[in-house]
């Protein structure tokens, strides 16, 4: 009898799927050990911890961004608990530190563990996208020249809650980030949370 | 059929879909010795649960290994002591308390009460000496901006108001005929009689105040005099009169509570005494890929990724951390990992460079306060030694919490110092030291006690509580009660319960 249970049961048993398909790991010196703890390994993020993936950022935005933390453009609102967990790390860095994480990170390996998470219409994200494209890129890949981020190495649920931040004015809205100021006046545009969810889902076709 | 799936993973999927019988959770702890060559175990996170694994199953014969992402053992219990490192992220700091044995603060677990029959018995085995920590104190005081002024008062005085008002209320019920349809009229009698007692009752049935509350006169040489009562409607208006009193009732806090003599963290020692498997500092699991023949994880240690191969993983980490680890398990179970939230537990910590709250009468015990430092905590300890450590501040509720974890360190001292001046007379001046370990914030835990996920509690847990392939999820997170050790040690038994099933199944 026991034996027949078996039979049943190993039927919609899979073998486990193994981790081989991921990128292979890179050592981490063991000063920068600490950002995996909320990053992740290998800095692919953690959507649970509200950490955004930082592998393969280029320098220059991770630089922009921990100065932006450093000169509270960021981490300050009282509303942006995510923020404010980031704020006295990278208030600790020195300028010369920031300069060399942001290198480390860029030359990190792409993180491939992204699923969909938010739903969105993503023909509809497709025609307000081409608002985001005149900075970001129709490719998404970014423009270091204007400061605006790739969009595509993030998991789509961070890119969902920056763009309500700038809409909200969680983020954008300090003086002197001028960067900051230039996307919340561009998320003007939009005339609803559901607009961001079709941008993301179309990001997510890319 | 094993080509399909590997025999572990059929007999776990039989589990998972409850055909086979498995042990129950709660079951004491019965495992079998080792036998055959699958004897490596590796062992995620050197906490509470991690650590008892690792004791009980090298005991049987098992080769345990355990990987720790800190700088120490003992994940949240943490005792600290003079120069000892606080880990928060973005404020590292250094405790400055003095240099003295007597000086220690337990920021995590604090308590155990005479029911957590598993962490006690581990005490004992482990030579770990208790000694009562009063829990309560009816000298200690409960404070409320909002009533009496702001005035504290002293908890046995709220304590004994509380009683001779009901009972009061108990009497007109009676005499208003309120009782008849529940008690008979020789009931209703004893329901006097004991209300009379109960509430220290005049013989007409009136509260007028008790000496039990204290005496206004000298009470040796003099009759005593009851203090004044206090205002039943001004208590009413406030909540922490609620906690005053009650606290005590909670059956984790009744009184008496243990600790160890010297520290919580004696317990972490006693265990790494009794242990000799290798632990592995500051080694951080990166992957976890649980395979049919055992588990291959991957650590960063020293700057370079190791990998360590085993038969069976006991996972301590923090649920919320998995989702940044990579993994190959199913989606369910990553799902139930991921639900968990991070709770936002705090203390403060003062060195007072003398012990004032003994002039007030208090010996140990809490005072409560509706100001967001919530609870003041005097030592049971050392009593009448010169300096003492009292806890500032204690919460675990976001709105309490988040306004301090935003805090530079200087400035959550400032803060909790200057709320512990409306409940004792120059407070702020007896300070000379503080730390604060806000645990949302301190590195490699990041949260105080896991939460779950409303609604879903039996789904997650029933996940949990069982293995997936060789992979066991442990700690106080996997339970109904986290933030306690007794939960680490419940869910680590239930694990290797488990453990020994499967294992003794796979060799039949």
């Not at chain 1, 023909?123 to 998404?140: F, N, P, Q, S």
């Not at chain 2, 003398?354 to 005072?367: A, M, T, V």
């Not at chain 2, 339970?479 to 488990?498: F, I, K, P, T, V």
């Amino acid at each position: 009898m026991k034996n027949s249970i078996f039979v049943v049961v190993s039927i919609i048993v899979t073998s486990w799927v193994s981790l081989a398909k991921a990128e292979p790991f890179k050592d981490v010196p063991e000063k920068y050990r600490v950002c995996t703890v909320c990053h992740g390994a290998q800095l692919r993020g953690n959507e649970v911890t509200k950490a955004p993936t930082l592998a393969t950022l280029p320098a220059w935005y991770i630089e922009n961004q921990l100065i932006g933390f450093r000169n509270e453009w960021r981490g300050k609102h009282p509303e942006d608990y995510p923020g404010s967990e980031m704020y006295p790390v990278a208030e600790s860095l020195s300028e010369k530190e920031i300069s060399k994480v942001s290198k480390f990170i860029e030359a990190l390996p792409k993180s491939n563990k992204h699923t969909q998470i938010v739903k969105g219409d993503s023909a509809k994200g497709k025609e307000l996208y081409a608002t985001c494209a005149a900075c970001h890129g129709a490719d998404a890949q970014g423009n270091e020249v204007l400061s605006a981020p790739p969009l595509l190495v993030q998991g789509d649920w961070y890119i969902k809650q920056q763009l309500l931040n700038f809409k909200n004015g969680l983020r954008g809205k300090v003086s002197d980030d001028a960067r900051g100021a230039t996307m919340a006046a561009a998320i003007t545009s939009l005339n609803s949370d559901s607009d961001i969810d079709d941008i993301v889902a179309y990001l997510s076709t890319l | 059929m094993a080509s399909i799936g590997g025999s572990t993973a059929v007999l776990n999927t039989a589990h998972a879909l409850g055909l086979v019988d498995s042990p129950a959770p709660g079951k004491p702890l019965t495992i079998k010795p080792a036998s055959g060559k699958q004897k490596k175990i590796v062992i995620l996170g050197g906490g509470i649960a991690g650590l008892c694994t690792a004791y009980e199953l090298e005991r049987v014969g098992y080769d345990c290994t355990i990987l720790e992402a800190s700088h120490r053992i003992g994940g949240r219990n943490l005792t600290l002591r003079h120069g000892d490192f606080i880990d928060e992220l973005g404020r590292p700091n250094y405790c400055n308390f003095d240099e003295d044995p007597n000086l220690y603060f337990n920021t995590g677990p604090a308590r155990i009460p005479g029911h957590h029959r598993r962490l006690l018995g581990y005490c004992k085995t482990l030579g770990v000496p208790l000694h009562v920590r009063a829990n309560e104190s009816r000298l200690a005081y409960c404070h409320d901006t909002n009533a009496f002024g702001g005035k504290p008062i002293r908890i046995g005085q709220v304590i004994s108001d509380t009683r001779g008002f009901l009972s009061e209320l108990v009497q007109k019920g009676v005499k208003a005929d309120a009782f008849d349809q529940e008690l008979s009229k020789d009931d209703q009698e004893r329901l006097m009689a004991f209300s009379k007692f109960f509430g220290d009752l005049k013989d007409n049935g009136v509260y007028e105040g008790t000496t039990r509350a204290g005496s206004k006169t000298e009470r040796m040489l003099d009759h005593s005099t009851p203090t004044d009562t206090l205002n039943f409607k001004e208590m009413l208006k406030s909540n922490t009169w609620w906690s005053a009193v009650f606290a005590s009732e909670h059956y984790d806090w009744a009184a008496p509570v243990m600790e160890p003599i010297g520290g919580m963290d004696r317990i972490v020692a006693g265990f790494a005494r009794n242990i000799k498997s290798p632990i592995y500092l500051q080694s951080q699991v990166q992957s976890i890929e649980v395979l049919d023949d055992g588990v291959t994880v991957t650590y960063l240690n020293k700057g370079k990724i190791k990998t360590i191969k085993s038969d069976y993983c006991f996972n301590n980490i923090p649920a919320y951390f998995m989702s940044g680890i990579e993994n190959n398990l199913s989606k369910p179970y990553t799902d139930a990992l991921a639900s968990m939230e991070r709770g936002h537990l705090f203390k403060v910590a003062f060195q007072m460079k003398k012990r004032f709250w003994e002039e007030e009468g208090i010996y140990g015990g809490i005072s409560y306060t509706n100001q967001n430092i919530s609870q003041l905590w005097y030592p049971s300890h050392d009593i009448h030694t010169e300096k003492g450590i009292m806890l500032g501040a204690y919460g675990w509720d976001t709105d309490r919490a988040l306004p301090l974890e935003a805090m530079e360190l200087d400035e959550r001292l400032k803060y909790a110092a200057s709320q512990g001046d409306k409940i004792h007379k120059n407070y702020s001046s007896y300070i000379e030291a503080g730390a604060s370990v806000m645990w949302a914030r301190m590195n490699h835990m990041m949260g105080c006690s896991a939460g779950l996920p409303e609604g879903r509690e039996d789904e997650v847990l029933s996940r949990l509580y069982k293995p997936e392939g060789r992979h066991f999820m442990i700690g106080d997170q996997v339970s109904r009660h986290s933030g306690w050790q007794e939960a680490a040690l419940a869910s680590a038994h239930n694990a290797m319960n488990q453990f020994s099933h499967m294992v003794t199944e796979k060799n039949a």
